[in-house]
């Protein structure tokens, strides 16, 4: 996806304070990508030998993005992205999703990262130890485990949990972590596929309920 004059939402007050932080004024941080943030935008490009055309796309991206976790030891071909099936609205933590996971026999949090719904992202499982996120078709191989919280909608009086559709409840937060996040994996590991967990799953999952595969085609 491509920010310009114009854009607006939490993922431009992102870029702003990625901005900000690199030396480049760009006024109030506002969520609002105006004349300032175009010029801090366009000067940044310079500096870092890119296209200077003011539009932030994955390359200019990439070099915002800071380059904060730890690069597995593992080889990494895939990037997986999976939802935590928690009804919209519900918050959950990693120490939680720890407790349940361990609670099945497993040695830790299946995941590598969880991304909450007010756009933290928190470290799981280490990232040179294999997840335990995708049994099907060897995904668990060579892979980095990615999960937002949320998933599903929200409860209703009368319908069990797990009758419960699924539903891209991403927080413009989330969204604008999920893409930080996998920008930065993308640096670490420039081979790697993005992908959902459904494309792997051989049971008709949805999860993360949404076509990760298509919209991270250009990270």
């Not at 796309?57 to 030891?73: I, Q, Y």
């Not at 499982?125 to 599903?152: E, F, T």
Request: glycine share 12%; hydrophobic share 35%; charged share 30%.
């Amino acid at each position: 996806m491509n920010y310009r004059l114009g854009s607006r939402g939490e993922t431009i007050k992102q870029i702003q304070k990625a901005l900000c932080g690199a030396g480049h004024h760009v006024g109030v941080i506002d969520g609002i990508f105006g004349v300032m943030t175009d010029e801090a935008v366009r000067n940044f490009q310079k500096e870092h030998g890119l296209t200077v055309d003011g539009i932030v796309g994955p390359a200019t991206l990439a070099k915002l993005v800071p380059h904060r976790w730890k690069k597995s030891a593992r080889s990494i071909d895939k990037i997986i992205v999976h939802c935590s099936a928690t009804p919209e609205g519900e918050d959950r933590t990693v120490e939680q999703i720890r407790r349940e996971h361990k609670a099945q026999g497993w040695s830790d949090i299946g995941y590598h990262y969880v991304v909450y719904r007010d756009g933290s992202i928190h470290v799981g499982r280490d990232v040179d130890i294999q997840g335990a996120h995708c049994a099907d078709n060897g995904g668990n191989i060579g892979s980095i485990g990615v999960c937002y919280i949320g998933g599903v909608e929200a409860r209703r009086p009368g319908v069990a949990y797990k009758d419960l559709k699924a539903k891209d409840t991403r927080t413009e937060e989330q969204k604008a972590a999920l893409l930080s996040l996998l920008l930065d994996l993308h640096v670490k590991y420039p081979k790697a596929v993005i992908c959902g967990h459904r494309d792997l799953d051989r049971h008709g999952k949805a999860c993360p309920s949404f076509d990760a595969k298509k919209e991270y085609k250009r990270v």
